[in-house]
């Protein structure tokens, strides 16, 4: 793909139709693996002999809910008219801006899509006057982990329950960047 001008626009009404198009099949190539030591979690990666693919059922949400309303937006990226990708935000109860969803186009992945629109994300939290970003993630999805990573998230914490259920994810990983005015020195205990 030759570089071109990504443009980012707020969700409308003429978008629902198209929203999901960007829910395609991903790599599942290794897992991040956590652990917990002296109050820091860090991680190892793991990977597989043989890489699979997956992908996320398609959202069926109320759209509306998402169109010019202050706790929650959907940015939608494009090149030229084209729609590449998408990050699904809410403004949450602990002053962090969640990230619901993020995806890009399986043709338009590796080439600033995501990053451009995790910084529209930040620029929004700032906007709204919240303290970071957070989202979840599963361990199996090594190459999510390692994409909030570059971005500059850190690990905050890890779920072993919630997808019980799910016979192929094992943790539920909880990833947080701070903004810097809010970050809260360490304390050694």
């Not at 109320?62 to 494009?78: G, Q, R, T, V």
């Amino acid at each position: 793909m030759e570089k071109t001008q990504i443009t980012v626009k707020p969700f409308q009404q003429e978008h629902i139709s198209i929203i999901n198009k960007t829910n395609e099949p991903f790599s599942i190539i290794g897992r991040l693996i956590p652990s917990f030591n002296n109050g820091k979690w860090t991680y190892e990666e793991e990977l597989y002999e043989h890489t699979s693919y997956t992908k996320f059922p398609d959202d069926n949400l109320e759209w509306d809910d998402y169109i010019n309303k202050e706790n929650k937006i959907i940015f939608l990226a494009f090149i030229g008219d084209e729609y590449i990708g998408q990050i699904r935000l809410i403004k949450d109860w602990n002053k962090f801006c969640y990230i619901e969803n993020i995806a890009v186009c399986k043709d338009y992945r590796k080439n600033g899509v995501g990053k451009t629109l995790f910084a529209t994300a930040e620029q929004w939290a700032i906007q709204m006057s919240l303290r970071g970003i957070s989202l979840e993630a599963q361990d199996d999805n090594l190459l999510a982990c390692k994409f909030y990573i570059k971005q500059g998230m850190e690990l905050g914490g890890v779920d072993t329950l919630k997808h019980v259920f799910h016979p192929n994810i094992d943790k539920t990983l909880y990833w947080y960047k701070v903004f810097p005015e809010y970050k809260v020195p360490v304390i050694n205990r």
